[in-house]
C-alpha cells in the first residue's frame, strides 16, 4: 500500500467505528478487513502487480493447493512467494 493509501485508511477509521465493530465478529477478518478498505478509497485504482502466485480452478472459491507440477510456472512468474502450501498434500516445498 502507498502511503497515502495507509494515511486514508487511518482516517476513514477514526471516522467509522461501526467497520471495526462489524470485523470483530467476522469469519477471517484478515482475509478482508484491509482488502475492502483498499477497494473503498480513492487509491483502489492504483494497485500494482502481486509479488504472491496463485492459482484458482474456474469457479473456485480459494486457491489451489500447489504441488511440485506447479513449481516451473510459479518460479517463472517472478513472484516471491506463493500460495497455498500444503506439506500433507505434497511435501515438495518443504526442503526447498
Request: some cysteine.
Amino acid at each position: 500500500m502507498t502511503g497515502e493509501t495507509v494515511e486514508w485508511i487511518i482516517n476513514y477509521l477514526g471516522q467509522h467505528e461501526d467497520y471495526y465493530i462489524f470485523y470483530k465478529n467476522t469469519v477471517c477478518p484478515d482475509e478482508s478487513f484491509f482488502q475492502t478498505l483498499v477497494m473503498m478509497s480513492p487509491y483502489a485504482d492504483k494497485k500494482t502487480d502481486y509479488l504472491t502466485y496463485l492459482h484458482f480452478s474456474e469457479g473456485a472459491n480459494s486457491p489451489d493447493i500447489l504441488r511440485a507440477s506447479d513449481f516451473p510456472q510459479a518460479k517463472e512468474s517472478g513472484c516471491l512467494v506463493m500460495r497455498k502450501v500444503d506439506m500433507d498434500v505434497d511435501d515438495f516445498f518443504v526442503s526447498r
